[in-house]
């Protein structure tokens, strides 16, 4: 579990549930820790819009996994010289069989920013991180890698929460927008000092 997370009172106990049915590697999901502030919903769908539990399930990404030791002693641990991203090295090396499952029930709440300045910071820091660190180069325009990240993350958030949520959710594009352009701007950012 990442550092800025905390386990819901189910967590360990559904995770052991399908682990002692079988399964060998455990995803779980992740809820928002302030549901009634715009801010944070920006921020948490800019993010974790496919670890959200209602998620449709071949649109999430499988993280936050608990594995059994036996993956360890098969495939190896993670590698220490990866600042981020070790989990998506390792469980890239899992053959078909021994991937993680997804299991919405399973939860962790990630604390978010509450404040427009805390945001934007924060967003613009995790995409630097994300770029200098692991992600590839892109010939497409910034305004390109905006728009079709913003326009995936409204899509899918919209489908994936209901209720009053909902309408937290769409009345928070505004904001979601921003978070996209500092998290893309960040990442740029990112690849220019790694290439630097």
Known sequence: MASDHIAEENWAAARL??????????????VNSHPRNLYAWAYHLSILVR???GVPPGEAILYGVSYSRSLF??????????????????????T?????????????????PTS????????????????FHWSPETEESLLVQIHERFKSI???????????????VVSCWPLLLVCVVAYVLGINAGVRQRIA
């Not at 549930?17 to 992740?30: D, M, Q, R």
């Not at 499952?101 to 399973?106: F, L, S």
């Open 96 to 112: 078909h069989g021994d991937r993680p499952i997804w299991a919405p029930r399973v939860q962790t709440v990630h604390l978010n």
């Open 73 to 94: 002693d098969k495939y190896g641990t993670f590698r220490e010289d990866l600042r981020i991203g070790e989990d998506t090295e390792f469980n890239n090396r899992l």
């Open 154 to 168: 409204r899509k899918l958030s919209y489908r994936s929460v209901q209720g009053i949520d909902r309408w937290f």
């Open 51 to 53: 670890r959200l539990p």
């Open 116 to 131: 427009f300045r805390s945001m934007v910071r924060s967003q613009y820091a995790r995409g630097r991180r994300f770029g």
């Open 17 to 30: 549930e399908l682990h002692y049915s079988g399964h060998l590697a455990v995803a779980c999901a992740v």
